[in-house]
């Protein structure tokens, strides 16, 4: 079942944002998580414009999360985008179909809010994610930068 993260996932989301090679590098998963942790899953709660997912199985554990963004521009007149970010599936259960469930629900959610374009970003050190989103037709149509504050 897809859902939205409620305050008792976000132990839960927070360890598997964390579990693999660059997540370990910029996390700080603990056990109790910091505060800043609970400080951010507010103000995303509280933004109309954010909706953190999170997939659960049967006996109600959380097995996958994803945020989706929706973005208010003025190009493509007006238009709204939805950007994916922070997909996870629980490292036991991929290449179960959890994460394609996901993005099928993200897409149509888009969709549904009238978006034009859904749009994310992946690590070039990902390259199992770009084959992951390139089923879904997304294409690697721009270059992105980031500078890091």
């Known amino acids: ?66 945020q989706l963004s929706f973005i ?7 238009g709204i985008r939805a950007q994916i970010e922070a997909v996870r599936i629980h490292e036991d259960l991929r290449g179960m179909g959890i994460g394609q469930q996901l993005f099928e629900w993200a897409i149509q959610r888009a969709k549904d809010k009238g978006a034009h374009v859904v749009q994310l970003t992946t690590d070039k050190k990902r390259p199992e994610a770009l084959n992951f ?5 997304f294409i690697a149509s721009h270059e992105g930068m980031k500078l890091h504050l």
């Open 1 to 66: 079942m897809i859902r939205r993260a409620h305050i008792k996932d976000l132990a839960d989301i927070v360890e598997m944002i964390a579990n693999d090679k660059l997540g370990q590098l910029r996390e700080d998963f603990q056990n109790p998580l910091p505060k800043k942790y609970y400080d951010a899953f507010e103000r995303i709660r509280a933004d109309p414009n954010q909706e953190l997912m999170v997939v659960e199985d049967r006996k109600g554990k959380v097995i996958g999360t994803l």
């Open 72 to 78: 208010q521009y003025l190009t493509y007149q007006g």
């Open 133 to 137: 989103y390139e089923k879904f037709g």
